[in-house]
């Protein structure tokens, strides 16, 4: 009961002193860091890593879009309020008796002013 049990999911504290001895700039340029046992083993957390700056990336590209569609948006309101407002006020204009007048003598429809107010007809039964 007295026997060590060796943990095998451990590096041998030599092997990974000598592969951090290892790591060179020549070890990145010619290939060999792709192989060292500590760069394997930590090759998962690496492309999690690789996963999450892509989704940064992705998240503020789209952002900008939106942000660049929402200005767009808010241009296109203002446009567009000016010219309800523009088109209201030559309703208003075109609305008026007068101009009620002047439309009817251009186009020669025959049509007169009434001399007399309006009535009321009633029907008795």
């Known amino acids: 009961m ?5 943990n095998i999911e451990f590096i041998d504290p030599k092997v990974e002193r000598e592969e951090i001895r ?9 290939g060999s860091l792709l192989t060292l046992r500590s760069f394997v083993k930590q090759l998962p957390f690496i492309l999690f890593l690789v996963l999450l700056a892509l989704l940064y990336i992705a998240n503020r590209y789209n952002a900008e879009k939106i942000i660049r569609q929402v200005d767009g948006l ?9 010219e309800e407002i523009t088109t209201a ?11 009620v007048l002047e439309l009817v003598e251009e186009k020669q429809m025959g049509l007169r002013v009434a001399k007399e107010p309006p009535y009321k007809i009633v029907k008795n039964y």
């Open 74 to 82: 808010k241009t296109e309101v203002k446009d567009l309020r000016a």
């Open 22 to 30: 290892g790591f060179t700039v020549r070890s990145i340029m010619d």
């Open 2 to 6: 007295t026997e060590k049990k060796q």
């Open 89 to 99: 006020s030559e309703l208003m204009n075109l609305n008026r008796q007068s101009k």
